[in-house]
């Protein structure tokens, strides 16, 4: 029997909370995996996000809640998740998603053959048709960063415990971004094998409005540079001159667009995404654009 841990790190997740742990309360198992625990690790909530987990955890043993506010970070929550957590096979999901009823047991089976595996994402179900195409498409395959490794969406990761260890957890220096693909790369170069658990499905929040948007894309990309530094060595590669230039075409071409909100919002993912990877050049002392 495999035991199967799925850890959530949250802050201030008191209003989706509610929808990831009734989805993880209903997952279908077939026999020889358990979902022995699902680890909320609470990273300094101060709405009420530990009343909502204390709610489902007293009708299900297996919900529990975790005081990971030692430290602010989201790989501070899921380094300590990880620590107590009791399973040969650890999987990562977010507070704002909803794991469709079969996604445990598609990535523990994936983890019989592979030591990493990331989950296909949906955006049909939690978001309007504006987000998506803010956004662009459906994750259905692994992603690849910088011309080199794939990686896994920290929305839905999973991994062996000998991974986890064998690498030393999750690097809690990237507070805001890159966080998976460094941990993706660095058990990949250390030798584990990852895949793609394309049965795995996830149902994907996407940033609300334009706001969330040019944050997340601006930290995203902050980090490239950063990762670039770090594994340039190894393989890591720029983008090619020519994509940087028709990235920056691309946006003047498309001002006179920007009154439609539809458009705006690729617009803004764009311009966010290369003044993040400028601000992380500038940082890193790398040229990463």
């Not at 990331?118 to 259905?140: C, D, H, I, Y």
């Not at 971004?177 to 994907?204: K, N, P, S, T, V």
Request: charged content about 25%; hydrophobic content about 45%; proline content about 3%.
């Amino acid at each position: 029997m495999k035991v199967v841990s799925v850890v959530i790190p949250a802050r201030n997740a008191e209003a989706t909370i509610g929808l990831q742990l009734d989805a993880l309360q209903r997952q279908e198992l077939h026999h020889g995996f358990e979902l022995a625990e699902i680890l909320v690790a609470d990273n300094g909530s101060t709405d009420g996000t530990a009343a909502v987990v204390r709610t489902f955890s007293i009708g299900d043993p297996r919900v529990r809640l975790v005081d990971a506010s030692k430290r602010t970070g989201i790989n501070f929550a899921r380094n300590t998740g990880v620590e107590i957590a009791r399973g040969d096979l650890i999987l990562h999901c977010d507070a704002d998603d909803v794991a469709d009823v079969r996604w445990v047991l598609s990535m523990a089976r994936e983890l019989e053959s592979a030591d990493l595996v990331g989950g296909a994402l949906s955006v049909e179900q939690l978001n309007t048709s504006m987000q998506r195409e803010w956004q662009g498409g459906e994750r259905k395959s692994l992603p690849v960063s910088a011309s080199f490794l794939p990686y896994a969406v920290g929305a839905s990761l999973g991994f062996r415990r000998e991974v986890y260890e064998s690498i030393g957890g999750w690097d809690e220096t990237f507070a805001a971004g890159g966080d998976e693909i460094d941990f993706c790369w660095r058990a990949q170069l250390a030798g584990f094998r990852i895949a793609f658990a394309e049965d795995a499905i996830m149902h994907y929040r996407l940033p609300g409005t334009l706001g969330e948007l040019r944050r997340k894309a601006y930290r995203k990309a902050k980090a490239g540079p950063r990762l670039y530094r770090k594994y340039r060595q190894d393989g890591a590669a720029r983008r090619p001159l020519r994509e940087v230039i028709r990235a920056i075409a691309w946006l003047v071409w498309f001002l006179p667009r920007l009154p439609n909100r539809r458009t705006r919002g690729v617009w803004v993912r764009s311009l966010s995404s290369l003044c993040g990877r400028a601000a992380g050049s500038w940082e890193s002392r790398v040229l990463y654009l």
